[in-house]
């Protein structure tokens, strides 16, 4: 049987869904499982090293219509295969796919998107989970949601590929880095988008007398962009998108991560964070107990007084708890690896088969 994966991801620039897909390719070529991505004719985003991929080129565009009326083309006439998708929906017209469903947010909460979002995904999503012969999700949440909002799937349709992250790259640095300022700083790392909670993240941290708060991330048009920030106090500060190399500086040079999300299907920054040493409080939501289990500090994120006290605990007790928590961190992403999940997907390919 040949493996294919749906290559749209690669003209895209690396977020977190990209960042599952690409890994998971790598992770498979280093297990030399064969496979072929199917990308469309755009050029490969620059974050993508595809080196050792094995990327056909085919069809036009590279938008959703690519994915779900060009892309079934290309099998006309094949047999024997099954098609991967890890980003998005796959295409409805391939019956012969496995696909991946990271959260169903949108459902959770529509008002979080964009309607032409909303409405794309409601509708299809249920077609594409149909049609599929497996479904894969991230966490044993994620899998309890979809089963919650898709009844008329089973239990053993789904299996969870969990997330992981670069530990070549996230990771502790020399300590002798010149600081990035002369103050501490709280880091929050994510998409810019209502569902991150940034509104009661940046209310509780004006309360706070010994850090800055430092923002990296950007915002996304699949979401509804009517939220506004008060960022008035000068000790708040949203950096943009980074590059990899400056976010693993900063996760060394925080005092700690804060991680206020409403709602995730796994959640991979506070991992990044633990794989670099920095103490990571978050949301007291269960995905987060299942991501982060008991490496992390938890807190209300409905309370922007509760997070303005728990960042403030933390800070003012660090020089106790902080080298407990970045020795429990380490131990706790020993449990996630991209390797691991590169071998459960292969499973469940080949189990598919017999």
Wanted: with cysteine; aromatic share 12%; net charge neutral.
């Amino acid at each position: 049987m040949t493996i294919y994966i749906n290559g749209r991801f690669l003209t895209q620039s690396m977020t977190g869904v990209e960042r599952y897909a690409y890994n998971i390719c790598k992770a498979m070529a280093h297990l030399h499982q064969p496979f072929i991505i199917v990308c469309p004719k755009a050029p490969i985003h620059q974050d993508y090293d595809v080196s050792d991929l094995n990327i056909v080129h085919y069809g036009i565009g590279n938008s959703h219509f690519w994915e779900q009326c060009v892309l079934p083309f290309f099998f006309i006439g094949k047999k024997d295969y099954v098609v991967l998708s890890f980003t998005g929906l796959g295409s409805i017209l391939i019956r012969h796919k496995i696909m991946t469903v990271h959260d169903l947010a949108f459902l959770k909460n529509p008002s979080w998107y964009s309607r032409t979002y909303y409405w794309y995904y409601k509708f299809m999503t249920p077609l594409a989970v149909k049609t599929s012969q497996h479904i894969l999700t991230v966490s044993e949440f994620s899998k309890s949601e979809i089963l919650g909002f898709y009844p008329f799937l089973k239990p053993d349709h789904i299996s969870v590929v969990y997330n992981a992250i670069n530990k070549e790259l996230f990771k502790p640095l020399a300590s002798d880095l010149s600081p990035l300022n002369s103050e501490p700083f709280v880091l929050c790392v994510s998409s810019i988008d209502p569902r991150k909670n940034f509104v009661r993240l940046i209310e509780a941290c004006k309360g706070l007398t010994n850090a800055k708060l430092y923002i990296v991330g950007k915002p996304n048009h699949v979401f509804n962009q009517q939220i506004k920030f008060d960022t008035t106090s000068d000790h708040i500060h949203f950096l943009g998108r980074v590059n990899d190399e400056e976010l693993v500086r900063l996760y060394n040079q925080a005092a700690c991560f804060v991680f206020p999300s409403l709602y995730e299907g796994f959640g991979l920054p506070p991992l990044e964070a633990m794989a670099c040493g920095c103490p990571v409080l978050v949301s007291d939501i269960p995905v987060e107990h299942e991501v982060c289990s008991d490496a992390a500090l938890y807190f209300n994120p409905l309370a922007p007084d509760e997070i303005l006290h728990a960042i403030t605990q933390y800070l003012n007790n660090a020089n106790v708890i902080k080298e407990k928590m970045r020795q429990k961190g380490y131990e706790n992403i020993t449990r996630f690896s991209w390797e691991k999940s590169a071998q459960v997907l292969i499973k469940i390919v080949k189990e598919g088969r017999e």
